[in-house]
């Protein structure tokens, strides 16, 4: 079972010339740990946003657990999202006010398949919180007060809870410094070996890459990345 096969993918942003992406083949594995690397501006977010379903190709397909995502509505891309994809993103996107429990609490209101998933959610929650090294003295803060770090160890469990079969990692560590980078890319790396999940983790930092199984650089994949503008 591939967790995610894109074929002949093309996107352009509105109004350029250029496509930004053009990706004859690419494939992750289910319960495979993916490092994807490349430039700023080279469109590593772009692809992601695709693969999130937040924007649609040009053309080709972009097939996640063997369904061809490109094929649904948006409702439906949507549902697709909350039920199997966990997203970190660069900024973490935690909603402020909400404390750092429920934060990751959030995908269990969203889906009901995670939630079943989680079984019990919040005994879930505050175990994914423990595993990430999150005090519990910081459970209950508002994510506005917590620090840079506490707040990507939120996202990360946010996006583990309910064991979504894909996991996406857009920059996640670009706000650490280098021994905190790699302290939670291994945090990350065995909770998603522990949820089963293929994880896609995307840096511009090459030098991050040495716990994964597998290292691409997205110019290997993407043609458009030979094309200037
Ligand atoms: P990366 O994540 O690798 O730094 P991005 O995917 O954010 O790269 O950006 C790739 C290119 O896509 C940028 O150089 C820019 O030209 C274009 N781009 C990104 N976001 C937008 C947008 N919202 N509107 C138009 N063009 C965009
Ligand atoms: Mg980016």
Request: aromatic share 6%; charged share 20%.
């Amino acid at each position: 079972m591939t967790a995610l096969s894109i074929v002949d993918l093309v996107y352009r942003w509105p109004r350029q010339q250029a496509a930004c992406l053009d990706i004859p083949r690419f494939e992750i594995a289910a319960g495979e740990h993916v490092f994807l690397h490349g430039p700023s501006g080279g469109g590593k977010s772009t692809l992601l946003g695709l693969l999130g379903g937040v924007a649609v190709p040009e053309r080709g397909s972009i097939a996640l657990l063997g369904g061809d995502i490109t094929r649904l509505a948006g409702h439906a891309r949507d549902r697709f999202r909350a039920d199997h994809i966990g997203f970190i993103f660069q900024q973490f996107n935690l909603l402020p006010w909400l404390s750092a429990l429920d934060n990751v609490l959030l995908p269990c209101t969203f889906s009901t398949r995670r939630r079943q998933r989680a079984g019990d959610a919040h005994a879930a929650a505050t175990r994914l919180l423990t595993h990430l090294d999150l005090a519990p003295a910081s459970w209950h803060k508002p994510a506005a007060e917590l620090s840079v770090g506490q707040q990507q160890r939120v996202a990360a469990a946010r996006a583990l809870i309910g064991r979504p079969e894909i996991l996406i990692a857009d920059e996640p560590t670009s706000a650490l410094d280098a021994p905190r980078q790699q302290i939670f890319i291994d945090l990350l790396l065995a909770e998603a070996t522990a949820a089963g999940a293929a994880l896609l983790f995307v840096s511009h930092d090459e030098r991050l890459a040495a716990h994964f199984s597998r290292k691409i650089a997205l110019a290997d994949i993407n043609r458009a990345a030979a094309v200037e503008p």
